[in-house]
């Protein structure tokens, strides 16, 4: 098993452009979620789905857009990207209420 | 979710155990302690979690006090690997159209050093 998988791994962005975070799970996990971590800090929550149809907002979803195509896919998307979404982007997936399991990220630069 | 309190940094020596502490005094009766750590750039791994009992796994053990006010994450033997943030994280179960789910608040957590 691959895990969870995020693509791509780095992306530079200017101002006002647009790009989509893909995250994929081959567990079989039911919720998913996006995180960001900006650099010295600790995560937060973007949005998350807890299953297949669903998607909610977590603690800072200004700015993004997220589409739970199926059960193993959760995109993210920046409509127009600024500055201020420089940061790591996290997916993770998880069975139920238990742990969750974390993809390598995404390091995300916009100028 | 409680909030919680971990130190900023620790240092430990190889071979010893790692003792991390948490504080989490305002936790509710249905939260559970949840410990995850960060290796450097790399996504967050899940360690530990518990509610009342003291647990072990593999990796680590966690020890609950009887009050649940405060926690402790013990990493028996360190090794240089081990040289991570650490995260005590205390949250409650939710469900939605019958699915759980369970939402992770990150604070800033504890920067652990294992020295040679």
């Known amino acids: 098993n691959a895990g969870v998988t995020q693509t791509p791994k780095f992306q530079v962005l200017k101002t006002g452009q647009s790009m989509t975070l893909q995250c994929a799970q081959d567990?079989?996990?039911?919720?998913m979620y996006w995180y960001r971590q900006d650099p010295g800090m600790g995560l937060r929550l973007i949005y998350y789905s807890a299953s297949e149809g669903t998607t909610d907002k977590g603690e800072v979803p200004n700015g993004y857009n997220v589409s739970r195509l199926n059960k193993r896919e959760f995109s993210l998307r920046l409509e127009s990207a600024a500055p201020s979404q420089t940061s790591v982007y996290f997916c993770?997936?998880?069975?139920?209420?238990?742990?969750?399991?974390f993809g390598p990220g995404t390091r995300l630069t916009v100028l | 979710d409680a909030k919680t309190t971990q130190p900023t940094s620790m240092d430990c020596a190889e071979g010893r155990a790692a003792n991390l502490p948490c504080n989490h005094s305002t936790i509710s009766g249905n939260e559970y302690v949840y410990w995850y750590r960060q290796i450097h750039s790399q996504g967050p791994q899940y360690i530990i979690h518990g509610l009342k009992n003291n647990e072990t796994n593999e990796m680590a053990s966690l020890i609950i006090t009887e009050d649940r006010k405060s926690s402790t994450l013990i990493l028996p033997h360190a090794t240089l690997r081990d040289t991570a943030v650490y995260y005590c994280i205390v949250r409650v179960a939710g469900n939605a159209g019958g699915t759980s789910y369970g939402k992770l608040t990150f604070g800033q957590g504890t920067i652990l050093t294992v020295h040679p």
């Open positions: 567990m079989n996990h039911n919720s």
């Open positions: 993770a997936s998880s069975p139920g209420s238990s742990e969750q399991f």
